[in-house]
């Protein structure tokens, strides 16, 4: 099913661009709050945002929206997403809005909506949506006596806070580590090292002095550099990178290493099945997760099964499968028994608990398998499609030829920027990046012809 603003994470685009523009979000507050205006109770909607300017105008223009066809709307500014999917359920609300593009600049925003369940919404509802949003306001708006009020809730960051410590083993501590953190001046700035400390951490926040424009900037989970030099710096324990909404974590180690998704997912999962709580006998990923994992995993008697790229596709083999850990190895890690979608300060709580436990440097705790060689380029393109171009498609060919049965190739357009993503992965590092390159430049040239 073709979708016109949704992509694999909600509406993204250029703020004050199509479609994040002001009237654009006031369509979704429209379209959305009447698709989820189901009974006779007094509908309520959570808004939640990180620290993007545009959020001032976002933010207004979909409470607008919401409010003219009678929802009331509660507003919990800066918070991370997975704290947005979280107060939606426990207000007993019918939806839930984060105003947010995760791990773009700032000149970037979208918009993500949850259910009631706080669940990401389907295909099928996003195209109610959709339709919705194009077929103008003619009778759909409430009456004068049925408008929707708009207020602030004050204390929904306290609430977060203690959810996330509540998933923390009972009568445990993280007194004695010395975390780095680093919040990329984003939706967790606050939440995230109060949470840290309260749970008897030594804490030092970077990325925590968001200004509007600061977001993801030379920081957070997608830039670790900064991260990566303060936890050797400062002789930490381990360091912790946050994206700009905080669905997604990347660790470093205390040598600076980055530590990614994958290692944390069979950190976390080997001991979950060690304990027999891991349900569905593996563990859900997508096709970026690196085959070192899959033979890790393979290796304990336990399943990897692969979904398309997005943390929403995850959560929907997880929920119809029973699994209960899954996740990305770009930091996305869902962990069921708590959470509706990624959370980087709850995954991040998890692996602590499993790392404090085993009593050993973090260097040593998640080297649990190692991973193949992975090459990924990103390249840029403008108008056209580049994947259909004949050289394109060649270079693919040969590539896949060359490698045969020891590696792979994974060639997609991102659903969240204009990019074409080209990944190999396989035995042989030199050969993989030969292929990788020579790929990349196809497309690169396709792309400049078709602009």
């Known amino acids: 099913m073709g979708r016109k603003y949704f992509g694999t994470d909600g509406i993204r685009g250029r703020a004050n661009d199509e479609p994040m523009t002001a009237e654009r979000a006031l369509s979704v507050g429209l379209a959305a709050g009447r698709v989820f205006m189901r009974g006779n109770h007094r509908h309520r909607v959570v808004i939640g945002k990180d620290t993007r300017l545009s959020g001032y105008m976002l933010e207004p223009a979909l409470a607008a929206g919401f409010t003219s066809v009678g929802m009331d709307v509660v507003m919990v500014g800066p918070l991370p997403t997975p704290a947005i999917a979280i107060l939606t359920r426990s207000l007993r609300a019918d939806l839930g809005v984060m105003i947010s593009a995760s791990h773009n600049p700032f000149h970037d925003n979208g918009i993500k909506l949850f259910g009631p369940d706080g669940f990401k919404l389907s295909d099928e509802t996003e195209a109610e949506i959709e339709a919705g949003m194009d077929n103008g306001v003619r009778g759909r708006l409430a009456k004068p006596r049925d408008l929707g009020r708009a207020q602030r809730l004050d204390d929904a960051g306290g609430r ?35 949470a840290l400390w309260e ?55 205390e040598r600076g290493r980055e530590v990614d998704g994958d290692r944390l997912m069979a950190l976390i999962a ?6 027999e709580r891991l349900r569905g006998g593996g563990v859900v990923t997508t096709v970026m997760s690196n085959m070192g994992l899959e033979r890790y995993l393979n290796g304990l008697g336990l399943q990897m099964i692969r979904t398309k790229v997005g943390d929403r596709y995850v959560v929907e083999r997880m929920r119809a499968d029973g699994y209960n850990v899954g996740g990305e190895q770009s930091g996305h890690i869902v962990l069921s028994d708590y959470a509706t979608t990624g959370d980087g300060t709850l995954a991040a709580l998890q692996a602590l608990a499993v790392i404090a436990e085993g009593g050993k440097p973090v260097s040593e705790a998640v080297r649990l398998f190692d ?20 050289k394109v498609k060649q270079a693919i060919a040969d590539g896949e030829k060359r ?45 400049a012809s078709d602009e």
């Open 160 to 194: 977060y806070i203690e959810f996330v410590k509540s998933t923390f083993p009972r009568g445990k501590r993280l007194n004695g580590l010395k975390i780095v953190i680093d919040c990329a001046n984003g939706a967790a700035y606050k939440v995230a090292p109060t």
């Open 199 to 253: 749970l008897e951490a030594d804490v030092i926040a970077i990325g925590d002095k968001p200004n509007g424009f600061n977001i993801n900037d030379g920081c957070g989970s997608t830039n670790t550099a900064m991260l990566r030099e303060k936890v050797v710096k400062l002789g930490a324990d381990v360091g912790i990178a946050l994206d700009g909404d905080a669905d997604r974590m990347i660790m470093v180690d």
């Open 270 to 275: 080997s001991r979950w099945a060690e304990e």
């Open 371 to 390: 991973p193949l060689p992975q090459i990924l380029k990103n390249v840029r393109f403008g108008k056209g499609a580049p994947l259909e171009h004949p």
């Open 403 to 447: 490698l045969g049965a020891t590696g792979r190739l994974l060639i997609r357009k991102s659903g969240t920027e204009p990019l074409i993503r080209v990944m190999g992965e396989g035995e042989d590092e030199a050969v993989i990046r030969e292929i990788v390159d020579d790929i990349a430049e196809a497309v690169t040239r396709a792309a």
